[in-house]
């Protein structure tokens, strides 16, 4: 009786979390439909609280992600939906939204990984072919805006290092033409004097010439002085 007893416990509780799971999806479900993507989230994830491996709570609360551009989130939800079931179409569904994902963070290359996982399973599916072919075509053009990208950016740095080449001859010329003039000036001034000497030597010769003048007046007058006695 006892043993009896536990069995039926437990049975009863498995189908009570079973029962609390198909009520939170159907929630989800009518949240979704009303766009209402955010409850929906939230009823899907009290699912699979009652039940981890629920195929459709995890696969829907992707989608409910996915709704609300939280790309990342719906990436490692799909991803861990995919490894919950072993039904082909049904994994075929998870990486095509998986794929999906994937192209709105414009990450090609894992889109284009995910899409084929998904042929692998429906091979037959027109709209995940559709969205193959489109990956591939986005990816060869972002890899041809990126060599692109590559080519500008060399021929940025090889005019900025031409341009500090040229930079560098100008101030190589400048200060060639500056040693120049110092050579010429130099010359003309073979003392290099500096401004205080070249002071002093400009008052020198002001008293020298004034010295001169002096000299000069007084013998005038010394001059005129004979003159006069000579007249006498």
Not at 21 to 26: L, M, P, Y
Not at 37 to 47: D, I, L, M, T
Not at 60 to 69: D, I
Not at 145 to 158: A, E, R, T
Request: overall charge positive.
């Amino acid at each position: 009786m006892r043993n009896l007893f536990i069995s039926l416990f437990l049975m009863l509780s498995i189908q009570a979390f079973a029962q609390l799971e198909r009520k939170f999806i159907r929630s989800g479900n009518e949240a979704f439909l009303k766009n209402e993507f955010g409850n929906a989230e939230v009823e899907y994830q009290k699912a699979i609280e009652k039940n981890e491996s629920s195929l459709i709570a995890n696969y829907n609360r992707g989608n409910a992600l996915y709704k609300q551009n939280k790309y990342d989130d719906a990436i490692k939800q799909f991803d861990v939906t995919s490894k919950l079931s072993d039904n082909s179409k049904a994994d075929a569904s998870v990486f095509h939204n998986l794929g999906n994902s994937y192209m709105q963070k414009q990450d090609y290359e894992n889109a284009i990984k995910a899409y084929k996982e998904s042929l692998k399973r429906n091979p037959d599916d027109k709209q995940t072919k559709y969205n193959l072919a489109y990956a591939n075509q986005k990816l060869k053009q972002s890899q041809q805006n990126q060599q692109q990208d590559n080519k500008d950016q060399n021929q940025d740095q090889k005019d900025k290092q031409d341009q500090k080449e040229d930079q560098k001859e100008d101030q190589n010329k400048q200060q060639q033409n500056k040693e120049n003039q110092d050579q010429n000036d130099k010359k003309q001034n073979p003392q290099n004097l500096s401004k205080e000497q070249a002071n002093q030597l400009l008052k020198a010769i002001e008293n020298d010439e004034k010295k001169l003048q002096e000299k000069l007046m007084k013998q005038k007058n010394q001059s005129r002085k004979i003159k006069t006695e000579k007249d006498w």
